[in-house]
């Protein structure tokens, strides 16, 4: 069972009226700079509520998805691809990707009939790549690697940590 939607969203996805219109946004914000973009699939703007309730308008962008899949590897990776038509976003990425701070990519899915809450808990990931073109910006975002941190932020060594003994 997928707790991460809402009851309407899997009632939306069973009933499969034709008349259900879902809206897939992106948030890319970076927090060096001030700027955010959200942005809707979709030929017109709206103005959405997200889960803290505040109200931002999405713009049109044509966009594509392909979801993180569920594995045993760890890493869940989100690869999308925008209209590049005004080139702000490609700019955007192109000036903050590399730097030390996170690009952050959320992800969110909404019934265009009920534009007051996502119907997802929203996928929260970090840009990890990006190809930009004169047409597109193309890349991938992914969940933190936790099969490859440390378990443990400090070293237990014998010489920090007398207690443990000795050999």
Do not use: C
């Amino acid at each position: 069972m997928n707790n991460n939607v809402t009851q309407a969203m899997k009632e939306a996805w069973a009933g499969a009226k034709p008349s259900t219109v879902l809206l897939h946004t992106l948030h890319i914000s970076h927090a060096g700079t001030s700027q955010d973009f959200y942005l809707v699939n979709a030929p017109v703007a709206y103005v959405m509520t997200l889960e803290d309730d505040t109200e931002h308008t999405f713009e049109p962008v044509g966009f594509k998805l392909a979801l993180p899949s569920q594995n045993v590897d760890g890493v869940g990776e989100l690869g999308f691809e925008i209209d590049n038509v005004d080139a702000r976003i490609s700019e955007f990425i192109d000036s903050v990707l590399y730097q030390n701070s996170k690009v952050i990519l959320k992800y969110r899915i909404y019934l265009a009939s009920d534009l007051t809450t996502p119907q997802n808990t929203p996928l929260a990931l970090t840009l990890s790549d990006a190809q930009i073109t004169a047409q597109t910006v193309t890349a991938r975002a992914a969940f933190a690697d936790i099969v490859n941190l440390k378990f443990l932020t400090q070293n237990y060594t014998r010489g920090r940590f007398k207690s443990l003994g000795n050999s």
